[in-house]
């Protein structure tokens, strides 16, 4: 299974075959993908999306939901049946299971980059961050206004920009002005009001010859 969480929530049980969700099964599943290293109480996952419902129906919502979920997930592939794992007390997303997903790949990407760039293995930092800015598809779960999605979306929009003034720097240590310009505007899309960015984008066409560029740069952060 392959699941993408950058941009629009989109979820594909095999090659080409988009699974459509219902929206509640939809948030609970992206819910549990961004927290799949913890258990969750019943109750807790309960109050979470039903806060306006007495505990009891809370708890029906949720049992009804996994229900939903799991039906979705028997009618398109066999594997992902037991994708969620369940207790009394407890949901879980199964370690063991077979899963793609963006978020985790893009954290690990990222991580083992700029623990390249700290070690001075530009090289390696390079490709290992250009793989994790290509998985940023946009922001988190586009759509989805959950406080638990807020606060991962930040999260995750911050190491995304720390790749991006990484790989900036990076190229411009190697002498790639172009790729580190194509960083710097691309750093100014999701920030514009970064006055260092603009100004480090103006010395990088400088640098490159393009005087006109880094004028209109300077207006631009004006």
């Known amino acids: 299974m392959h699941v993408y969480l ?3 929530f989109q979820v594909y049980p095999q090659a080409n075959a988009e699974l459509a969700l219902r929206p509640t099964a939809a948030r609970l599943f992206a819910f549990l993908l961004l927290h799949r290293q913890m258990a969750h109480l019943r109750e807790v996952v309960a109050e979470t999306f039903w806060e306006s419902s007495d505990l009891d129906r809370a708890r029906r919502n949720l049992n009804t939901t996994l229900w939903q979920l799991r039906k979705a997930f028997r009618q398109t592939s066999d594997q992902p049946a037991n994708l969620i794992t369940t207790t ?17 790949l893009f954290e690990e990407k990222a ?9 001075g293995s530009a090289l390696a930092a390079i490709n290992a961050l250009d793989q994790a800015v290509d998985l940023y598809q946009g922001d988190l779960l586009h759509g989805f206004y959950d406080p638990w999605v807020l606060q991962e979306r930040e999260r995750l929009r911050l190491i995304y920009l720390r790749c991006l003034r990484r790989l900036m720097t990076l190229h411009q240590e190697q002498h790639n002005l172009e790729a580190s310009i194509d960083y710097a505007q691309r750093i100014l899309l ?6 260092g960015i603009h100004r480090n ?3 990088l066409y400088a640098d490159n010859g393009r ?6 740069q300077y207006h631009a952060c004006r």
């Open 6 to 8: 950058f941009g629009n």
């Open 211 to 216: 005087r006109a560029k880094a004028l209109t």
């Open 190 to 195: 999701v920030e514009p009001w970064r006055e």
């Open 88 to 104: 009394p007390e407890q949901i879980r997303l199964n370690r063991d299971a077979e899963l793609w997903l963006d978020v985790a």
């Open 111 to 119: 991580k083992k980059g700029l623990v390249n760039a700290a070690n």
């Open 201 to 203: 984008l103006m010395l």
